[in-house]
């Protein structure tokens, strides 16, 4: 007998994944490697080291093993905030009158409101194996430094975080939260990095990107003696951390016997969507399922749907390793689109392949109608989302009514990456009719791509 599917499903706190799922192991053509921007070879792990913490420079590089071991410090965190409930959209279902089955899987239930922090307390757990006293990091929106100034208390390690300028000043209570874990937030471009000083000579009165403050970041690391630098996204070590999303989301339909037919994640640089995708997307690659994967983007920032696929530069200062991605080239700086956190140039070098290889599709929404996504699921499901998360709802509301005009009863899982509490200003200005959307036109997207490093 078909089992009743409760509103929420939670597993126990036993089910909690006791690995991470690598997914590029599962890929028969790997993604490209990084590459050294000086001498255009692959990245050793000697190199790595000098940037970034030795176990995770260890996991960016490997792509064979499929399964790695959560430790155990990690684990016990997680089951302070985990496993997170996969929620049945019952609500919305209803609202939409759609005979599809919305399904997602909500990360905002931590105080840094967002995924992130799934991966920002296994690097701060690494950095402090590693004996260091303390990391340097970037950040646009602010979730990343929010989480990782968290998991950087809780470890005892000191936090630098760099935050894009005009984020720093639109949302001055995401910085609060970073200094009440005990962090120091500096906006960025800022006059304490030979980068800032460079970029800010060049662009007077820059409101900043997420490509400069990461240069930034990674310098201040090098200046600094047992400091090194880590990252909230678009490397395949935070898609490792973050596959926790994905297993958890398949036990859970698992264990209803439910099978997803969509699965649906907003891309900034391909963090969440690619952990969210991980165990669903290793099943098709070994032949055992077949799945719809949709990755949505702002039309502000359409590095998939509108990028290339190259060797490109991770930051504007160009001292991080290139990597062969889909991008809109490292000097692109969106317009200040209201859902900060996907404004980034690139996209994960997994994401990107398995894109090049047509086994994942991708989407561009415009802001206005991912507001109107945002509103409408609020109004009936319970959670404030996050404009990054609202990508995602409404795509799962398209496909919705597309079932609806069908009569089709498609299982649609979405990745709820977070809360939205921090972005009322961007709400009052949807609710004012004072939000816009903005395009880049094709001549400003090739200028910028005529600037791609020639490998
Ligand atoms: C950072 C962030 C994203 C986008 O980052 P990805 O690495 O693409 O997952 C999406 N949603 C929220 C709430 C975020 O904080």
Redesign the pocket.
């Known amino acids: 007998m078909k089992k009743e599917i409760p509103y929420k499903i939670y597993l126990e706190e036993s089910e909690l994944p006791k690995q991470w799922l690598n997914l590029r192991a599962f890929m028969k053509k790997k993604p490209a490697p990084l590459l050294n921007s000086q001498t255009l070879q692959p990245m050793t792990q000697a190199e790595m080291e000098e940037v970034f913490c030795s176990e995770l420079a260890r996991q960016e590089l490997d792509d064979t093993t499929p399964y790695i071991d959560i430790p155990a410090e990690i684990r016990d965190f997680y089951k302070m905030y985990r496993p997170a409930p996969l929620v049945r959209a019952y609500c919305l279902e209803k609202a939409l009158g759609t005979p599809a089955k919305i399904y997602y899987k909500f990360e905002g239930n931590n105080t840094s409101?967002?995924?992130?922090l799934n991966s920002a307390i296994a690097q701060a757990y690494y950095a402090k194996e590693q004996g260091l006293k303390g990391v340097t990091t970037e950040t646009g929106?602010g979730?990343?430094g929010t989480a990782l100034s968290m998991a950087c208390s809780y470890f005892g390690l000191d936090c630098k975080v760099f935050m894009v300028k005009c984020s720093y000043e639109q949302k001055p209570f995401r910085r609060e939260v970073m200094r009440t874990y005990g962090a120091n937030v500096t906006p960025s471009p800022s006059q304490t990095t030979e980068v800032g000083r460079k970029i800010l000579a060049e662009f007077p009165g820059t409101s900043g990107s997420l490509g400069c403050a990461i240069s930034e970041a990674v310098e201040a690391a090098s200046q600094l003696e047992g400091y090194r630098y880590v990252l909230?996204?678009?490397f395949n070590l935070?898609l490792l951390h973050q596959s926790i999303i994905g297993l958890e989301t398949k036990a859970a339909l698992d264990k209803y016997g439910v099978k997803a037919d969509i699965v649906i994640g907003?891309?900034?640089?391909?963090?969440?969507?690619g952990g969210l995708i991980s165990p669903f997307m290793a099943e098709q690659l070994e032949g055992k399922a077949k799945y719809q994967f949709i990755a949505v983007e702002p039309s502000s920032c359409p590095t998939l749907t509108r990028g290339k696929y190259a060797y490109d530069y991770c930051d504007t200062g160009k001292v991080c390793p290139l990597a062969k991605m889909y991008t809109l080239g490292s000097g692109f700086i969106p317009s200040a689109s209201h859902a900060g956190?996907?404004r980034y140039h690139g996209m994960t070098t997994t994401l990107s392949e398995l894109y090049e290889q047509g086994l994942m599709e991708a989407r561009s929404v415009e802001q206005t109608k991912v507001f109107e996504a945002a509103e409408q699921f609020a109004r009936v499901e319970g959670i404030l989302p996050?404009p990054?998360?609202a990508h995602a709802i409404r795509v799962a509301i398209d496909e919705a009514m597309k079932c609806k005009q069908t009569g089709e009863e498609k299982t649609i899982v979405f990745g709820l990456?977070?809360t939205g509490y921090f972005d009322m200003f961007s709400y009052e200005k949807f609710h004012d009719g004072k939000m816009q959307d903005y395009l880049p036109t094709d001549e400003e997207l090739s200028a910028s791509l005529e600037k791609l490093p020639k490998i």
Request: contains cysteine.
């Open positions: 409101g967002s995924h992130k929106a979730q990343w909230g996204s678009v935070v907003c891309a900034g640089g391909g963090s969440n969507l956190g996907l996050a990054e998360s990456t977070g």
